[in-house]
Structure formats: structure tokens, C-alpha cells
């Protein structure tokens, strides 16, 4: 079983940066991708970031320049370091790890930017 869990959310103001973590316990696995997704209130999830097991990146167009994600590998974490936040930005932020068979999600953690 893996457990991944996500931290670092809270308040900010506009302009200001924040960075989530991804962290996994469990047995260990290999994922293909990891992903940092976003819910906003009355809004459908979107994908924000990606990072491939290769190391390769890629972003939503919204986030494109004011965000980026990273990994320890020797943690096995991965990091979505957010700057120049905007009140948009407000939502939950999910991260998903995928096997390419399984995927597997933690509980989210709010992030909310006040103008």
C-alpha cells in the first residue's frame, strides 16, 4: 500500500510564493509521472505540473514561469514551488502519483492567495 501526502499549503498574499510537498510511505514503487493538480470551489480538477521518472517537466499555460516542480529522489518527495501567486491560484492542491497502472492521490492542501 502507498500513502502520499501532500503539506505546505495555507494563506498568502498576492505576489507572495509558497512550496508543496509530495510525500510517499509505504511499499516502494516506481512512478512513471507525478502530477500536481488544483480544485478551485465550483471548478472541474486541472492539472497543473508534471515531472516524468525521467525528470521531464510540463506545465498548464496558467502556471507556466511562476511555477515549478521538482524531486528529491533520495526523499522521494517532489516539490511545486509557486511564486507570484495570484487570488486565481485559490484551490486545493492534489498530488497524484502514477504507475501507468495505477494511480494513486493524497488528501489535498489548501492554498489560499488574498488580493
Known amino acids: 500500500q502507498v500513502q502520499v501526502t501532500e503539506s505546505g499549503g495555507g494563506l498568502v498574499q498576492a505576489g507572495g510564493s509558497l512550496r508543496l510537498s509530495c510525500a510517499a510511505s509505504?511499499?516502494?514503487?516506481?512512478?512513471?509521472?507525478i502530477n500536481w493538480y488544483r480544485q478551485a470551489p465550483g471548478k472541474q480538477r486541472e492539472l497543473v505540473a508534471t515531472?516524468?521518472?525521467?525528470?521531464?517537466?510540463n506545465y498548464a499555460d496558467s502556471v507556466q514561469g511562476r511555477f515549478t516542480i521538482s524531486r528529491d529522489s533520495a526523499k522521494d518527495t517532489v516539490y511545486l514551488q509557486m511564486n507570484s501567486l495570484k487570488p486565481e491560484d485559490t484551490a486545493v492542491y492534489y498530488c497524484?502519483?502514477?504507475?501507468?497502472?495505477?494511480?494513486?492521490w493524497g488528501q489535498g492542501t489548501q492554498v489560499t492567495v488574498s488580493s
Open positions: 515531472i516524468t521518472s525521467g525528470g521531464s517537466t
Open positions: 509505504g511499499i516502494f514503487v516506481r512512478f512513471a509521472a
Open positions: 497524484r502519483r502514477s504507475t501507468g497502472a495505477r494511480d494513486y
